[in-house]
């Protein structure tokens, strides 16, 4: 059974600092694409962040980019993704996710997510 557990979530200032885990199991962690998706109130989801499955290749949205940074652990079956000088629009839940394939925005699997809050 897959499992996608999301984890570091919470409340902080503008400028700050985050970093979201996502423990994965009941896959093959290390063969497959892995990305970051959220959610604000009122708006569709919205992908945040991917990363191939070896972790050599990367893309992020404009929104965030030179701001957040994924990565991964195959060892640790572990997706993470480091939150730098957060915004209030960056408020969300975000979300993990196993990608159908990198190039895309379609998803094999979702994690329940992580609230993430940023007061001004």
């Known amino acids: 059974q897959v499992q996608l557990v999301e984890s570091g979530g919470g409340l902080l200032q503008a400028g700050g600092s985050l970093r979201l885990s996502c423990a994965a199991s009941g896959f093959t962690f290390s063969s497959y694409s892995m990305a970051w998706f959220r959610q604000a109130p009122g708006k569709e989801r919205e992908f945040v962040a991917g990363?191939?499955?070896?972790?050599?290749?990367?893309r992020y949205a404009d929104s965030v980019k030179g701001r957040f940074t994924i990565s991964r652990e195959n060892a640790k079956n572990t997706v993470y993704l480091q939150m730098n000088a957060v915004k209030p629009e960056d408020t969300a839940v975000y979300y993990c996710?196993?990608?159908?394939?990198?190039?895309?925005?379609?998803?094999?699997?979702w994690g329940r997510g992580t609230q993430v809050t940023v007061s001004s």
């Open positions: 996710a196993v990608l159908r394939n990198y190039f895309g925005v379609a998803v094999r699997y």
């Open positions: 990363i191939m499955s070896t972790g050599d290749n990367t």
